[in-house]
């Protein structure tokens, strides 16, 4: 209860100072365990003024047969098969709408589901995002007829507000009966995100279906402080609300409206986000995908008023999770039966060797802390974040479909000693038409936005932050390039053709990762480039590029181990990015020392080896694999390594 003082307090000392861009007031010294200090995060030269910017999906194109590229089309497969008849029910039974003869989903879309019509929301958003990195038509015409549907019930309920369940859901959350509700709020922020990308995307009528939303619940949210004060809103905000600040602070800054910005304030939580805005931990027990799209909307205040208190929030919400509370994977929060975590929350800061389970890192929350990663990578243009990012990407976004079958999907990725995705504590892998997790929502828009993050550019400056097959068109500059490599195959070359130039200047950064710590090199057009590729930065490669040239990098992946934070002796064993785990039942026990990896580890086929018993400090031999290449099979990923190195 301090602590929501303070948080208020402090809000509300951020507002009488007023919004920078909106004209008038608006009412520890650690590492990354991958050899990476934190020091240079901490450099506040580092943060620039101009945002380095993303490609849109448009512009980028995933190629080839790799892992990345296969999952994109399996999802595809997915949006394809949901007939929208099913998709719809229950927006058009909450609109006394014509089922049209159609069977209801099951699992979380259920008729009776509290939380109905989340996973439909984020599909339109899906198919926005999938027909930008794809030029699937199909599918957008699909997304273009649901949101035809949406503005039907809207029209139909006649007051602006539009979901798959009734009002009175919003009487009950008013009222404190939270046994009634589930996250309302989510849902609101779900179905306005892709009614937006609708708007994006050509659909007349999205934009002013979002208006008649935040209007109908604007004059909610008063209501409910007008007739029992702040403090009823303040108990309202303990329920999960997804990203309803970023959300609205996105449409604040394209309509210029100020009951839009004053309703994002509203949800800009003050007991979350007083006590980080001064670096003050306060994330323990916390449910960890309620609080992390919160700071997706204390970054998306900062991008949109230039609130310096956006930008702290939102990087020292970073430092606590990824340098106090993340295991190898990139991912965080506990299990249930973990030490000093429940199911999906978050434990005291580096206590995670008591919280490895068999229904860690939900999906959701790697694919939402990956957003904070990329955000503060384009402030600070700091390879630190594109670090996380990568491993987050590999030992998390993938992995969570099961192979060559659309819509199975994973909620959980155990961590634990002995465990399996196909039995979970009570999810393992879902099924298509009746599970419809919050983690299938976000599997969806993560496989339709693989390629966002693989090429960023500011003024001349390229970067290359993910060596992943794809093709980029650079349109201001004239430029078109394309990148073979596939980092899932063992000794994968990476190279960059220059296929389309107006001659102009560009300086093209690679990436030199973390992991890039053997005899790396770069050419260009096979001659050696000047400078060192460093781990954890950026190599410099400037020119005046013309079609044809040709960038060869070579970075070759080894062994290396990840010690968890609070337990030396406990490792993951990695290779480049990825986190290998044994396939064994096991309590076993390596004998390893760091420097001679390489001789531990006998290769049986494409990225699978067998640790050799020399390196065992007992039991028999054993093979690990990648993570993400895990479907049914039984496995360990941290093990107690005897050498003491």
Known sequence: LMWMYVGLLLSLFALALGC????????????????????????????????????????????????????QELNQRYLHMLPLDRLMYTFRVNGNLSTEGAQPLGGWESPTSLIRGHFIAMYVDASAKHYRATGDKEQLQKAFDMTDIMYQVQQRIGTGYLSAFPSTTFDYLEA????????????????????????????????????????????????VISDYTIWRWEQILTVEFGGMNEFMYLFYDKTKNLDHLELAQYFDKPSLMG??????????????????????????????????????????????????????????NGGNGSWDASLEHWGAPTRLSQ??????????????????????????????????????????????????????????????NGVTKKKGAWAGWGTPFESFWCCYASGIIQWSKM?????????????????????????????????????????????IKIVKSRGEFADIRLRIPYWATGHNSVTVNKKPVVGIPVPGSYLSVPGNWKSDDVIDVHFPMSFHLDAIIDDPHRVAVMYGPMVLVGLTSQ??????????????????????????????????????IPLYQTVDQVYTVYFLNKSGQ
């Open 20 to 71: 920078p861009k909106c004209g008038k007031a608006t009412g520890l010294d650690t590492s990354l365990g991958w050899n990476l200090p934190i020091d240079q995060a901490d450099d506040q030269s580092l943060w620039k003024i101009d945002e380095i910017s993303a490609f849109d999906l448009d512009f980028v194109r995933l190629k080839g047969n790799g892992y990345v590229a296969q999952g």
């Open 355 to 416: 919280t490895l389970t068999d229904n860690n890192q939900e999906y959701c929350t790697q694919y939402n802390i990956m957003m904070v990663s990329r955000n503060l990578f384009q402030w600070t243009g700091d390879a630190i974040y594109s670090d996380h990012y990568e491993r987050a990407y590999y030992n998390g976004a993938l992995g969570n479909q099961y192979p060559n079958t659309p819509g199975v999907m994973l909620y959980y990725t155990p961590l634990g």
């Open 275 to 332: 006590p980080l805005s001064i670096g003050k931990d306060m994330l323990t027990t916390l449910h960890a995908n309620t609080h992390i799209p919160q700071i997706l909307g204390a970054a998306m205040r900062y991008k949109v008023l230039g609130d310096p208190m956006g930008r702290e929030i939102t990087r020292n919400f970073w430092r606590e999770i990824v340098l106090q509370r993340s295991y190898a994977t990139g991912g965080s």
């Open 587 to 624: 309590n076993a026990s390596l004998r390893i020392d760091g420097d001679e990896m390489e001789e531990c580890f006998s290769p049986v086929s494409e990225f699978k080896f067998r640790i050799l018993r020399k390196c065992l400090e007992f039991g028999e031999e054993f093979e690990f």
């Open 176 to 223: 404190l009966e939270f046994n009634k509700v589930w996250s309302p709020y989510y849902m609101i922020h779900k179905i306005m995100v892709g009614l937006y990308e609708m708007h994006q995307l050509g659909h007349p009528r999205a934009f002013g279906m979002i208006e008649r939303m935040a209007a109908y619940h604007l004059h909610r949210i008063r209501r």
């Open 451 to 495: 390629g966002d993050s693989i090429y960023f550019h500011q003024d001349h400056v390229l970067y290359v932050n993910m060596y992943v097959a794809s093709d980029l068109i650079w349109d201001s500059l004239g430029i078109g390039l394309s990148q073979t490599s596939d980092l899932t195959r063992v000794n994968s070359t990476i190279q």
